[in-house]
């Protein structure tokens, strides 16, 4: 049974960072792909930062230059650096594993397993 627990959470500051980290059991790291996703009060889920197995990675355009997703396969842990804080960033943050599948768009993601969410909020 996969389970991915996120921590790093907190209020911080415009300007400020954090360092979200999502400790998965039950899957392997080395495969699939992971991802950050988050959603603010109001508004639809946005996937934020993705990562497949071969370490290549994406980033929604509102967090280029700011977010830098990452993971340590020996730890199973998937991390998310934030930079930057902006109020606009406020939201729970929430990792997500999958596994990969090709279609006709290509190789895709297909996210299967989710934690339970860390909260941040950026105060101006």
């Known amino acids: 049974q996969v389970q991915l627990v996120e921590s790093g959470g907190g209020s911080v500051q415009a300007g400020g960072s954090l360092r979200l980290s999502c400790a998965a059991s039950?899957?392997?790291?080395?495969?699939?792909?992971m991802g950050w996703f988050r959603r603010a009060p109001g508004k639809e889920r946005e996937g934020v930062a993705h990562?497949?197995?071969?370490?290549?990675?994406t980033y929604a355009d509102s967090v280029k230059g700011r977010f830098t997703i990452s993971k340590d396969n020996a730890k199973n842990t998937l991390y998310l650096q934030i930079n930057s804080l902006q109020p606009e960033d406020t939201a729970m943050y929430y990792c997500?594993?999958?596994?990969?599948?090709?279609?006709?768009?290509?190789?895709?993601?297909?996210?299967?397993?989710w934690g339970q969410g860390t909260q941040v909020t950026v105060s101006s």
């Open positions: 990562i497949r197995s071969d370490g290549s990675t």
């Open positions: 039950g899957y392997t790291f080395s495969s699939g792909c």
């Open positions: 997500a594993a999958g596994i990969m599948f090709t279609s006709v768009a290509g190789r895709q993601c297909a996210y299967t397993n």
